[in-house]
Each structure stands twice: as structure tokens, then as C-alpha cells.
């Protein structure tokens, strides 16, 4: 009787270890494996070649950018000053959002390079962070948001199209994408990013993926995916197993170009001669590194200047930092670079929401008043 019982406990004992373990387990994934995504497996990954616009090697499973500039040793492109604002940069809350009426173009920079557009009756939402960095699980491998969040995620209105440029963890938010999924009608992403969404729940009808200039027609907003000097993964070990690129949407009223993550290279001068000259330009100005994936002051301005941009808004910057550099200083940098260079810029406040026949006068230095 006795070794029957101590059986019987060890029994209990061994069957409680497993469902703790398998708690621990689902927990541990749940909290720091989800995040990373599920990756294209071999047979997705033999469709990318039928792409003929697109750089991948097969063999190698990897995409390539257009110039062979794949270098990771570049440091900061401004290492002379370091400071974060002592309290959170405030922003202008959108608690609720109309429809925009056709012929109309409205935009609203949500920090870094999260931004909502209303072209037409179509809300745009472009790769959208709208949880606070490193204090939630999901987001450990960004710094801690020094921005307030302009759209919390209980106000989001439906979202007609969410368009990702890449998969970088500054870009591609696991938290904020199963967060707002019932609210978002349809996602248009680079090759590879979809299996991402697919391993998060994202259901794939739901899904249109684009290799470069490559196109699709929603609600009477074209979007292409343009070339972009960069890279993707989540880790050192998936660099390069997904696209990246850039967005240019268009209606019959209006066109804005998104470069996303880009170093300074011809597909500029490309777009230009492919899709026309954008109304705006978002472009990527946070001095992060590696270099050659980023562009400096200078290069956006040459860049805005080579898509032909009627306006130039810099974007990725505002809600964190990467690099040792003042966190106004993309701003402070460019607006002077813009000046010099006769570049028409738009300098919105963090949330502001605003149409494009306004953007003349989004030019107020706001940040100087948080140095």
C-alpha cells in the first residue's frame, strides 16, 4: 500500500512538472517567440523567383538590394550630442476620425514611421507602433517610446488598407498588428512578410504581397511597392529572407510616396520616371545606422529633389532612439538642409491631422519648445 501511494505522488508530482512546463512553454512563446513570426518555408520561397522585378537567390534564400552595398560596420552619422527629452514628447489625440471625402487627402504622423492617411474615403494606416516600446513584452527589442501615442489602439477606426514596408521590429509590431486585426480590412506587404502575419493569426485572403513595382488597386487607391536601400529580419539570423521596399499610393486626386527605411540610391529617379511626382513625400531621415540603409540630411533633400516631391515630411524619428544623437536633431537637421536646398518641408506635430490643401503651413519648429 505504501509504494502504491508514493507512486501515486510521484505520478501527481511528474503530471504537475509537465503542465507547468507546458504553461511555461506556451508562455515563453506567447511573450518572446510570437513576436519574431513565422518565416516562408521552402515551397513559399520557390514562388519569390517568378518575381522578375525583385533581386532573391534561391540557393541562398535571400533577397539583394539593386547595388551591392550589404555592410554592417557603418556607425552613427551624427556622434556629437546625445539627449532624449526629460518628458514624454506630448502629442495631439485622435479620439475619434471621419471619413474623408473623395478628392481629399489628409495625413497624420504618428511618430517614428507609423503614419494615417485619408485618401479619398480609403484610411491608410503605414506601419503602425502604437504600444510603448520596451515596457510591454512584445516590443524588447526597441528602447522605451519617448513619445505619447497619438492613436491609442481602443480608438482605431477602421482601417480599409495597413501597408508594411519591412519587417524590422520598428515597423512590423506584433502587439499593435493582433491588436487592431478586426479593425483592418486589408494588408499590402512585401514578399515573405505575409507568412509573418499568416504565423500571427492574420488570415491570408486577407493578405495582397508585392514585389517591387508591382501593384494593386483597393478602393480607388493604387499602391506600389518601390525599391528601397535596405534590409529585413527580425534577427541576424533571418537577415534578408523577406522584402522590403517602399509605398507610393495614388488616387485620381492625389499621390503620396512613403520611402520606408532607404539609403540614398537611383530608385528616387526611378519613381519619378515610373509613377510621377508625389504630392508628399514621407522619407526616412532618422540618421539610424548602418548608413548605407538610412539617408543623411543631405540625401533626403537629393532624394526629394530626384522624386520631383511638391512636399518633404521626414519621418522615423520622434518616438525613439537608436543612435547617439539628439533626438530633434532629423528635424532640426533637415529643415535646415530643406532651406538651403529649396526643398519645399512639412514639419507636423506628433498626431496632428491635417489636410493636404493646410500643409503649406505645417512648418512650426515645435520640438524646440521640448529640447
Known amino acids: 500500500m505504501k509504494k502504491s501511494k508514493a507512486?501515486?505522488?510521484?505520478?501527481?508530482?511528474?503530471?504537475?512538472?509537465?503542465?507547468?512546463?507546458?504553461?511555461?512553454?506556451?508562455?515563453?512563446?506567447?511573450?518572446?517567440?510570437?513576436?519574431?513570426?513565422?518565416y516562408p518555408d521552402k515551397a513559399q520561397r520557390a514562388e519569390f523567383i517568378?518575381?522578375?522585378?525583385?533581386?532573391?537567390?534561391?540557393?541562398?534564400?535571400?533577397?539583394?538590394n539593386e547595388n551591392p552595398v550589404e555592410s554592417t560596420s557603418s556607425s552613427s552619422l551624427n556622434v556629437n550630442g546625445y539627449s532624449k527629452p526629460e518628458s514624454l514628447i506630448p502629442a495631439e489625440k485622435i479620439d475619434s476620425l471621419d471619413r474623408a471625402s473623395d478628392g481629399e487627402m489628409n495625413i497624420s504622423w504618428l511618430g517614428h514611421s507609423s503614419v494615417l492617411v485619408q485618401m479619398g474615403s480609403q484610411n491608410v494606416l503605414i506601419d503602425p507602433i502604437l504600444t510603448k516600446g520596451a515596457t510591454t513584452p512584445q516590443m524588447y527589442t526597441l528602447p522605451a517610446r519617448i513619445s505619447e501615442i497619438a492613436l491609442d489602439i481602443d480608438n482605431i477606426p477602421d482601417i480599409d488598407v495597413l501597408c508594411i514596408s519591412h519587417d524590422h521590429f520598428d515597423h512590423l509590431d506584433?502587439?499593435?498588428?493582433?491588436?487592431?486585426?478586426?479593425?483592418?480590412?486589408?494588408?499590402?506587404?512585401?514578399?515573405?512578410?505575409?507568412?509573418?502575419?499568416?504565423?500571427?493569426?492574420?488570415?491570408?485572403?486577407?493578405?495582397?504581397?508585392?514585389?517591387?513595382?508591382?501593384?494593386?488597386?483597393?478602393?480607388?487607391?493604387?499602391?506600389?511597392?518601390?525599391?528601397?536601400?535596405?534590409?529585413?529580419?527580425?534577427?541576424a539570423s533571418k537577415q534578408y529572407k523577406t522584402l522590403w521596399g517602399g509605398i507610393y499610393m495614388s488616387d485620381s486626386a492625389h499621390s503620396l510616396y512613403f520611402t520606408g527605411d532607404s539609403g540614398y540610391c537611383g530608385t528616387f529617379a526611378d519613381i519619378y520616371d515610373k509613377l510621377g511626382a508625389p504630392d508628399v513625400m514621407l522619407a526616412d531621415a532618422g540618421q539610424d545606422t548602418p548608413a548605407w540603409s538610412h539617408m543623411s540630411p543631405e540625401e533626403v533633400t537629393q532624394a526629394a529633389q530626384d522624386v520631383h516631391a511638391a512636399y518633404l515630411i521626414p519621418v522615423h524619428w520622434g518616438a525613439y532612439l537608436y543612435s547617439n544623437y539628439d533626438w530633434y536633431k532629423p528635424a532640426e537637421d533637415i529643415v535646415k538642409q530643406a532651406d538651403e536646398d529649396g526643398v519645399a518641408?512639412?514639419?507636423?506635430?506628433?498626431?496632428?491631422?491635417?489636410s493636404y490643401d493646410e500643409i503649406a503651413d505645417q512648418n512650426e519648429k515645435w520640438w524646440e519648445e521640448n529640447e
Not at 8 to 36: D, E, M, Q, R, W
Not at 50 to 64: A, I, Q, T
Open 174 to 235: 506584433y502587439g499593435t498588428v493582433t491588436a487592431i486585426d478586426s479593425k483592418v480590412g486589408t494588408y499590402v506587404v512585401p514578399l515573405g512578410v505575409d507568412s509573418l502575419l499568416e504565423g500571427w493569426g492574420i488570415d491570408e485572403s486577407k493578405i495582397h504581397v508585392l514585389g517591387w513595382w508591382e501593384s494593386v488597386e483597393l478602393g480607388g487607391v493604387t499602391y506600389t511597392l518601390t525599391p528601397a536601400q535596405h534590409y529585413s529580419g527580425r534577427f
Open 345 to 354: 518641408i512639412a514639419t507636423p506635430k506628433l498626431g496632428h491631422l491635417f
Open 50 to 64: 517568378k518575381h522578375p522585378s525583385v533581386l532573391y537567390n534561391d540557393g541562398e534564400g535571400r533577397f539583394y
Open 7 to 38: 507512486l501515486k505522488v510521484i505520478f501527481a508530482i511528474l503530471l504537475a512538472v509537465l503542465v507547468i512546463g507546458g504553461v511555461c512553454v506556451f508562455a515563453f512563446y506567447k511573450y518572446f517567440t510570437a513576436p519574431i513570426g513565422k
